[in-house]
């Protein structure tokens, strides 16, 4: 094999799709549903992202904005199973990326219903596209609990690094929200 088939070869297995919903996954069934946001570039860092920025509100708004973001990504999954079908759904997904990490980043804490909106929106955009997937799926509703599951962990995840290492945590979280703006950036140029 010469160099320009080894290189274009090396170039098709480093290139994954890192939007356009993953396609690939073996869909099986719940451990599906756990991989997809845990490996789906996107999804880990929208998830990430809002438990980050659920750390750095007060109040209410640190249990709200995940759970809006979790009740309101099973309404999109639901709408999705239905046939539903969003505009420009996967600029949605990308631009929440941005704006999440920019939120994170600035470390924005708007008033509750405003917060929780925008989680609203963003979770949206992630519920939709994966219940537009689960009809093809051999075991929807178990992809559907393991991507639940996955993204309250991912949340809480974040939730936990920026509340349990405050003092060490906080610039790092502000960078990891620029750079999860930059990576959303990058999403939607593709």
Avoid: C
């Avoid at 994966?130 to 639940?148: K, T």
Wanted: positive net charge; aromatic residues 6%; glycine residues 12%.
């Amino acid at each position: 094999m010469n160099l320009r088939k080894s290189m274009f070869t090396a170039a098709l297995l480093l290139s994954p799709a890192l939007a356009v919903a993953h396609p690939g996954h073996d869909h099986a069934g719940i451990m599906s549903g756990i991989a997809h946001p845990i490996f789906g570039l996107d999804h880990l860092l929208a998830m990430v992202a809002v438990g980050l920025w659920a750390a750095q509100q007060t109040g209410k708004a640190r249990w709200a904005l995940p759970l809006t973001f979790v009740a309101t990504m099973l309404l999109g999954g639901l709408l999705g199973f239905a046939g539903l079908e969003i505009p420009l759904m996967e600029t949605g997904i990308a631009g929440s990326v941005l704006a999440l990490g920019l939120l994170v980043a600035l470390a924005v804490r708007p008033p509750l219903a405003l917060a929780a909106g925008l989680t609203a929106v963003f979770a949206l955009s992630h519920g939709v596209a994966h219940g537009l997937e689960l009809p093809m799926l051999s075991s929807p509703w178990g992809y559907a609990a393991g991507f639940v599951a996955a993204t309250a962990a991912l949340h809480g995840i974040g939730y936990a690094v920026a509340r349990n290492l405050q003092q060490v945590a906080a610039p790092l979280v502000r960078i990891a929200g620029a750079a999860s703006a930059l990576t959303g950036a990058w999403l939607l140029a593709a």
